[in-house]
Nanobody
Framework: QVQLVESGGGLVQAGGSLRLSCAAS????????MGWFRQPPGKEREFVAA????????YYADSVKGRFTISGDNAKNTVYLQMNSLKPEDTAVYYC?????????????????WGQGTQVTVSS
């Protein structure tokens, strides 16, 4: 069973940066791609970014393109989300997720494993 643990959330002013980390353990060979989702207060969980380990293909939501960067360290089984130029609307609980092979990685249904989430709050 894959376990995912996020870290790096916190409070930041608008325009600032944060880097989230997600460490995976336990059967990580079954994780074909890693993703980040977020759930703003009172809203549905939404896709943010994803990384396929094989080939390094990345995917981004339009709302974060050019500001967020997903990367990974396969040797450490860790994926990162560098968030720059943060806006108040980026405030959410951010979740790391792991997927086995699927046809796409931008929807919740593609993911089999989820972390507990880390809070990101951007003040104006």
């Amino acid at each position: 069973q894959v376990q995912l643990v996020e870290s790096g959330g916190g409070l930041v002013q608008a325009g600032g940066s944060l880097r989230l980390s997600c460490a995976a353990s336990g059967g990580t060979f079954s994780t074909y791609a890693m993703g980040w989702f977020r759930q703003p207060p009172g809203k549905e969980r939404e896709f943010v970014a994803a990384l396929r380990w094989s080939g390094g293909t990345t995917y981004y939501a339009d709302s974060v393109k050019g500001r967020f960067t997903i990367s990974g360290d396969n040797a450490k089984n860790t994926v990162y989300l560098q968030m720059n130029s943060l806006k108040p609307e980026d405030t959410a609980v951010y979740y790391c997720a792991g997927a086995r092979p699927a046809t796409g990685y931008t929807t919740r249904g593609a993911y089999d494993y989820w972390g507990q989430g880390t809070q990101v709050t951007v003040s104006s």
